[in-house]
Nanobody, 120 residues
Framework: QVQLVESGGGSVQVGGSLKLSCVGS????????MGWFRKGPAKERVRVALIDAGGATGYADSVKGRFTVSRDNAYNTLYLQMDRLNAEDTDMYYCALGAGRYCMGQYDFWGQGTQVTVSS
């Protein structure tokens, strides 16, 4: 069965960095769009960064230039490098498996989440 396991969250000061990882299993990792989401203020899941099977990426405006999404298909791992963190980045972060090669807005499987806390 599909499993997504995130790690790398933690507490960091404003301006600091974290790198999140998400290991996928139970599917052919390199064939799918993968994404990072955050829980959001209204408890909805908000898109942070996406990467499709070809490596094309997309970012929320709030993280452009600060976060970098990448993937290592040999290790079935998705990454989110988070730099210049600010307090507004504090949230639970989830990785998600897209429905196909391209990121078309449908995500059927989610990890359990990893907490990022940024303090001044």
């Amino acid at each position: 069965q599909v499993q997504l396991v995130e790690s790398g969250g933690g507490s960091v000061q404003v301006g600091g960095s974290l790198k999140l990882s998400c290991v996928g299993s139970g599917f052919t990792f390199g064939d799918y769009c993968m994404g990072w989401f955050r829980k959001g203020p209204a408890k909805e899941r908000v898109r942070v960064a996406l990467i499709d099977a070809g490596g094309a990426t997309g970012y929320a405006d709030s993280v452009k230039g600060r976060f970098t999404v990448s993937r290592d298909n040999a290790y079935n791992t998705l990454y989110l490098q988070m730099d210049r963190l600010n307090a507004e980045d504090t949230d639970m972060y989830y990785c998600a498996l897209g429905a196909g090669r391209y990121c078309m807005g449908q995500y059927d499987f989610w990890g359990q989440g990893t907490q990022v806390t940024v303090s001044s």
